[in-house]
């Protein structure tokens, strides 16, 4: 069962900043925030992981709060081509456990 | 990223015949490989985890015997669905990974059983 909880759906106007939350209030202190996402017919794209410290990478930012219970993924300007079902999932980090899906979000970015 | 690469990208076959899907890892060794499904406006299900040199491990409520894993190097596993029936008609997705890195994913195959 996935241990995170999404918004069903968010739309984001093209060029503004997408923030795409998460509850995940039952994490371990062993595990990470990975963030995927799909776009349509397409296998998922990784975007970003951490623990407990806020990341950037080319792609987007991860905010994470202090306890831990939450976290945002930022795209700073997004596009029309970031459309696409995002989905947040925690696991522990290395070894050969899977990801498993929850539902994600599905995000929309309008012209 | 890491890159994964699935073949054929889409299949149709009838009702009956076997099916078999390749992943390859291109640019890393995976020593873990795993095989989701994905239905229409459904999320991605987890099928098995596979080892390299080591039997799949299936999620409750995949036939081992109907979903043939093979990883027999760190760069290919292979799924062959036997008998396929329309009901097995899917998108199917692998992902690879090398021991403390991230899982990355191939970009599916999509399965139509006639």
């Known amino acids: 069962d996935a241990k995170t909880t999404q918004p069903t759906s968010m739309d984001c106007a093209e060029g503004r900043a997408a923030n795409l939350p998460c509850n995940h209030s039952?994490?371990?202190?062993?595990?990470?925030v990975y963030w995927y996402r799909q776009i349509h017919s397409q296998g998922p794209q990784y975007i970003i992981h951490?623990?407990?410290n806020n990341e950037t990478n080319e792609m987007a930012s991860l905010i994470i709060t202090e306890d831990r219970k939450s976290s945002t993924l930022i795209l700073p300007h997004a596009t029309l081509r970031d459309t696409a079902v995002y989905y947040c999932?925690?696991?522990?980090?290395?070894?050969?456990?899977?990801?498993?899906f929850g539902k994600g979000t599905r995000l929309s970015v309008i012209a | 990223g890491a890159v994964v690469s699935q073949h054929p990208s889409w299949v149709i076959c009838k009702s009956g015949t076997s099916v078999k899907i390749e992943c390859r890892s291109l640019?890393?060794?995976?020593?873990?490989m795993f095989w989701y499904r994905q239905f229409p406006k459904q999320s991605l299900m987890l099928m098995a985890t596979?080892?390299?040199?080591?039997?799949?491990?299936?999620e409750q409520g995949v036939e081992k015997d109907k979903f043939l894993i093979n990883h027999a190097s760190l760069t290919l596993s292979t799924l062959t669905v036997t008998s396929a029936h329309p009901e097995d008609s899917s998108f199917y997705i692998c992902?690879?990974?090398?021991?403390?890195?991230?899982?990355?994913f191939g970009p599916g195959t999509r399965l139509l059983v006639l």
């Open positions: 992902s690879a990974k090398e021991q403390a890195m991230t899982q990355y």
């Open positions: 039952t994490i371990s202190g062993n595990e990470y």
């Open positions: 951490g623990l407990k």
């Open positions: 999932i925690v696991r522990v980090g290395g070894g050969n456990t899977p990801l498993v």
């Open positions: 640019d890393f060794q995976a020593t873990t």
């Open positions: 596979s080892n390299e040199g080591s039997k799949a491990t299936y």
